[in-house]
């Protein structure tokens, strides 16, 4: 029972460069979300999602693209990577009419 | 503007003793509240939770309290025990809308000591 999975769980960007932080769930939730959380901060939603072909812009979109071609994978795309996008990136999930999310384990990303 | 507030970053308290966790927010439309648990390098888990038309909710050693005039809820947590040492969120979650998004506060360490 994996629940979300994100891959990697570290990496170093140099400024300018791109990447994508891969998310994928096994429980056939429909909703996925992106998050960021800033050292001393809470949570910020970047981008989400209510279902395969269907997202949407959180509080913190700018820098960041997604898609949802199934219902399993929300990747997160990075172009151009600035400092300020250094951070820990989680990636969950929740199930129609549930309010509580499943979080996966994070992607701790450093710009330099 | 931060919509849902934790006050106070950490919290240290005696193994056995009451543990109480603070959080404030502001939208009067949050209709759903949370309570997460996050160890380091890991991803938070789901704790409890406490609809707008209650005002307790309670799981084991785990209750939240919430004070809707105040718009204000507390988490407790009796007898605190060293596994419990974490940060722990407050969200909370708005009626409408085409996703169930949580605003979350920015956390408090608990340290239990032993």
């Known amino acids: 029972n994996a629940g979300v999975t994100q891959t990697p769980k570290f990496r170093i960007l140099k400024i300018g460069q791109s990447m994508t932080l891969q998310c994928t769930q096994d429980?056939?939730?429909?909703?996925m979300y992106w998050y960021r959380q800033d050292p001393g901060m809470g949570l910020k939603l970047i981008y989400y999602s209510v279902g395969a072909g269907i997202t949407d812009k959180g509080e913190v979109p700018n820098g960041y693209n997604v898609s949802r071609s199934t219902t399993e994978d929300f990747p997160l795309r990075l172009e151009l990577a600035a400092p300020s996008q250094t951070s820990v990136y989680f990636c969950?999930?929740?199930?129609?009419?549930?309010?509580?999310?499943?979080f996966g384990s994070g992607t701790r990303l450093t710009v330099v | 503007d931060q919509q849902v507030k934790q006050n106070s970053p950490s919290l240290s308290v005696q193994e056995g003793r009451i543990s109480i966790l603070n959080c404030d927010y502001t939208n009067s439309m949050f209709d759903y509240f949370l309570w997460y648990k996050k160890y380091p390098a890991e991803g938070p888990t789901f704790l409890i939770s406490i609809s707008s038309i209650k005002d307790k909710n309670e799981d084991g050693r785990f209750t939240v309290f919430l004070n809707k005039s105040a718009k204000h809820l507390s988490l407790h947590i009796v007898p605190s025990q060293p596994g419990d040492s974490a940060v722990y969120f407050c969200a909370a979650s708005a009626r409408g809308g085409s996703a169930r998004q949580l605003t979350f506060g920015s956390g408090t360490q608990l340290t239990v000591l032993p």
């Open positions: 969950a999930s929740s199930g129609t009419g549930e309010y509580g999310y499943t």
């Open positions: 429980m056939n939730h429909n909703y």
